[in-house]
């Protein structure tokens, strides 16, 4: 008898396995957060969201729940979500201080029925950091936000800089000799940029499996936001500053040595 053989996953499918399998050794090894979150996401995201007392905010793409945690520290009412079951598990561990302040939901964030269904208007401000490019679409929960957010609710995203780190860019260095000695210039070589398109990495060294990236140009991305009705009337790109320690990091990582090169961009989006 002939069995025919399983159907390939989507790529949306096989992004959340990906997640539920990484989301261990993410837990473990993100912890609270990072260089990336503590030096160049969070202080532009609390700038951008200016989280007041009593705010209720929408979590999306929550992972282990580190921003729920912050944006409840603050002050705010959380709801948070992942679409990973295992990650929102890591989530609730780490969060047991947490439970009148925070929420946790295994929620799709490309399905636009789910997330209205939280209910009319309820929130002040929604957050997204370092998950827009883990997602197969965006324009389902930006039509949702526009359903979700009170009038002139704010959406705030944090993204890998679509310019300068995606997955169609390497880094460089160059060394030359002159008459003030040797000098050595970094650089950022790019080799895609326009086209929206996907490809495998991982986003921490050694994690146990690669997942995809869904890259958009920085024009996509925003005109998803647009076209649901929101404007940008904020946005910060965000380098590491030439105080930062390049001895701490891997060759040729994101550094000091990329001080006028931002790897992270976060912008703020409103309901117009």
Not at 65 to 82: E, F, H, I, N, P
Not at 119 to 135: E, I, N, R, V, Y
Not at 136 to 146: G, H, K, N, V, Y
Not at 208 to 230: K, M, N, V
Request: charged share 15%; aromatic share 10%; net charge negative.
């Amino acid at each position: 008898m002939h069995q025919s053989s399983p159907q390939p996953l989507t790529a949306h499918e096989e992004t959340r396995s990906a997640w539920n399998t990484n989301a261990a050794f993410w837990d473990e090894r993100m912890g609270e957060g990072n260089d990336f979150v503590n030096v160049l996401i969070w202080p532009a995201v609390q700038r951008l969201l200016d989280i007041q007392p009593g705010a209720r905010v929408l979590d999306i793409a929550c992972g282990n729940g580190l921003t729920a945690r912050r944006l409840a520290d603050l002050g705010a009412t959380v709801v948070a979500s992942d679409f990973a079951e295992t990650m929102i598990d890591h989530a609730r561990q780490r969060s047991a201080g947490y439970s009148a302040r925070i929420t946790y939901q295994v929620l799709d964030a490309t399905d636009e029925a789910a997330l209205t269904a939280l209910g009319g208007k309820p929130f002040d401000a929604a957050l997204c950091s370092m998950a827009l490019f883990d997602m197969a679409e965006i324009d389902p929960l930006f039509r949702a936000l526009a359903q979700l957010l009170r009038p002139g609710g704010s959406f705030v995203f944090s993204l890998m800089h679509p310019c300068f780190n995606n997955p169609f860019t390497t880094h460089s260095a160059e060394t030359s000799n002159g008459k003030g000695g040797s000098t050595t210039r970094y650089a950022v070589k790019v080799y895609g940029y326009m086209t929206a398109a996907t490809a495998h990495g991982t986003a921490l060294r050694n994690q146990p499996q690669p997942h995809i990236y869904f890259h958009r140009a920085l024009s996509t991305l925003l005109e998803s936001g647009f076209c649901a009705g929101f404007v940008v009337d904020g946005l910060e790109e965000r380098a590491f500053p030439p105080s930062d320690d390049p001895a701490a990091n891997q060759p040729l990582s994101w550094s000091s040595a990329y001080s006028e090169i931002p790897p992270v961009m976060v912008v703020r989006m409103r309901l117009s």
